[in-house]
């Protein structure tokens, strides 16, 4: 099989902990399995020193690049500068910068790649808390209602999706569901959709803002914004 080419890109919010493992972890994997690849880090308005590691692990690696936003615009406004700074390669990976998810379990979705246009990892065991485990199990539910979808794990952090399927993809979520979200609108448009169970690992410093009131709040919006949006404007392919 053809190695094929992947830009992988993951943003990053005060994660300076995890961006060297994670990256260099990347450029090793990615050299063996690929044909070419980039990476790109996603800085969006880090207060610590994740900008500057960044820059320094560019300077290191030339398949390397950094995009800084200079405040935080939150998960969706990242991946969007994510799929919209992404080249020319046959595939996008993108998964989370706090290093939850182990980049060598890439592998098996290499295996996979000419069978299906998206790949979605899904969870066998997460490693938050129960109040965070019920929140993830209401948000699956509800995107099956909404969308007529049998995902196991639509926020997990680790998908790849061929770049064809992203062109003239709009992407309207700010919060968890903007992975999600690809997911979807592929499905609609009738792409090849699988699914490879993986890792987490708990979180090496800091928690996550996704459980709060307004995060939450914020990710039913985009539920609907998006479900209206596909309904009216994108009807589903079969």
């Given at each position: 099989m053809?190695?094929?080419?992947?830009?992988?890109?993951?943003p990053?919010y005060n994660?300076?902990?995890a961006i060297?493992g994670?990256?260099?972890?990347a450029?090793?994997?990615?050299r063996?399995?690929?044909s070419r690849?980039e990476?790109i880090?996603?800085?969006?308005?880090?207060?610590?020193?994740s900008?500057?590691v960044?820059d320094?692990?560019?300077?290191?690696?030339?398949?390397?690049?950094?995009?800084?936003h200079?405040t935080?615009?939150?998960?969706?406004?990242a991946?969007r500068t994510?799929f919209?700074?992404?080249t020319?390669?046959?595939?996008?990976?993108?998964?989370d910068?706090d290093h939850?998810?182990d980049?060598g379990?890439?592998?098996?979705?290499?295996?996979?790649l000419?069978?299906?246009d998206?790949?979605?990892?899904?969870?066998v065991?997460?490693?938050?808390?129960?109040?965070?485990?019920?929140l993830?199990?209401?948000?699956?539910?509800l995107?099956r209602l909404?969308?007529n979808t049998r995902?196991?794990?639509?926020?997990?952090?680790?998908?790849?999706v061929?770049?064809?399927?992203?062109?003239?993809?709009?992407?309207?979520?700010?919060?968890?569901?903007a992975?999600?979200e690809v997911?979807?609108?592929?499905a609609f448009?009738?792409?090849l959709?699988?699914?490879?169970?993986?890792?987490m690992?708990?979180r090496q410093?800091?928690s996550s803002?996704?459980?709060?009131l307004?995060?939450i709040?914020i990710t039913?919006?985009?539920?609907?914004?998006?479900?209206?949006?596909l309904?009216?404007?994108h009807?589903?392919?079969l």
């Amino acid at each position: 099989m053809t190695k094929p080419s992947i830009s992988l890109f993951f943003p990053v919010y005060n994660d300076g902990h995890a961006i060297v493992g994670l990256t260099e972890k990347a450029v090793r994997i990615l050299r063996d399995e690929s044909s070419r690849f980039e990476i790109i880090i996603i800085n969006d308005g880090s207060s610590d020193n994740s900008g500057a590691v960044a820059d320094r692990l560019a300077a290191e690696h030339p398949e390397v690049r950094v995009i800084h936003h200079q405040t935080n615009l939150g998960y969706g406004a990242a991946l969007r500068t994510g799929f919209s700074h992404a080249t020319d390669m046959e595939w996008i990976c993108f998964t989370d910068g706090d290093h939850q998810y182990d980049i060598g379990e890439m592998s098996p979705f290499l295996r996979l790649l000419p069978r299906y246009d998206v790949l979605l990892g899904f969870r066998v065991a997460k490693t938050y808390g129960p109040f965070r485990r019920l929140l993830s199990w209401g948000l699956n539910q509800l995107v099956r209602l909404l969308f007529n979808t049998r995902f196991r794990d639509v926020t997990c952090g680790f998908k790849m999706v061929r770049t064809e399927a992203m062109r003239g993809m709009p992407l309207l979520s700010r919060n968890a569901f903007a992975g999600g979200e690809v997911a979807v609108r592929a499905a609609f448009k009738g792409y090849l959709i699988g699914e490879i169970a993986i890792s987490m690992y708990p979180r090496q410093v800091g928690s996550s803002s996704i459980v709060s009131l307004r995060s939450i709040w914020i990710t039913l919006q985009d539920l609907f914004a998006v479900r209206a949006d596909l309904f009216r404007n994108h009807p589903r392919q079969l």
